[in-house]
């Protein structure tokens, strides 16, 4: 299951996948300590790598400054966000689950890191949520699979204030 997180960040995506690392250790830390579950850093000279029981994400460091230049322009378009890193995320089927709610706490920390902007998204290509200049919007306007994890109560994992927004309304798409 691939998703696709975009963040704006002043950091370098170096410095970004340590941050990263230890947010994901930091949101694991019960299961690490119970040696359930192992996070590692698979990083190289061209990719930031990490891994852990429920998803693995990636950070290509190789991604030519055009094209990050091209993604970003198209999110704003599409999406109204600035962003400009661009995050791989792959689930592992079998935890999904979990993992889900993992990775929610870790985007809650990173939408308390800082203000700028943000988007999540599946195979959809439209967001399951966004921030823009600080406000966290969430779509409403969800298939019924993505109902399923796209609950309030999941949703509390972000701890992190939001607006519920059909994404779709303007777009003149419609499910």
């Known amino acids: 299951m691939d998703y696709r997180l975009s963040i704006g960040s002043n950091l370098s995506r170096e410095a970004?996948?340590?941050?990263?690392?230890?947010?994901?250790?930091?949101?694991?830390?019960?299961?690490?300590?119970?040696?359930?579950?192992e996070v590692k850093d698979w990083s190289d000279t061209r990719q930031v790598s990490i891994s852990c029981t429920y998803f693995s994400i990636s950070i290509n460091l190789d991604d030519e400054d055009d094209y990050l230049e091209r993604f970003r322009e198209m999110n704003l378009e599409d999406h109204g966000v600035d962003t400009n890193v661009l995050i791989s995320i792959q689930f592992i089927s079998r935890t999904f689950d979990i993992g889900w709610l993992k990775l929610l706490e870790v985007i809650g920390k990173l939408l308390?890191?800082?203000?700028?902007?943000?988007?999540?998204?599946?195979?959809?290509?439209?967001?399951?949520?966004?921030?823009?200049?600080?406000?966290?919007?969430?779509?409403?306007?969800?298939?019924?699979?993505?109902?399923?994890?796209?609950?309030?109560e999941?949703?509390?994992l972000l701890n992190y204030p939001y607006l519920e927004e059909d994404f779709f309304k303007d777009s003149g798409y419609r499910r």
């Open 16 to 37: 970004l996948g340590k941050l990263l690392y230890n947010m994901i250790c930091e949101v694991l830390v019960m299961e690490i300590n119970f040696y359930e579950v």
């Open 154 to 156: 999941n949703l509390e």
């Open 112 to 152: 308390r890191l800082n203000d700028q902007d943000l988007v999540v998204e599946d195979d959809s290509s439209y967001p399951l949520l966004k921030r823009i200049k600080g406000r966290l919007f969430i779509n409403n306007n969800l298939d019924e699979y993505q109902t399923r994890y796209i609950t309030k």
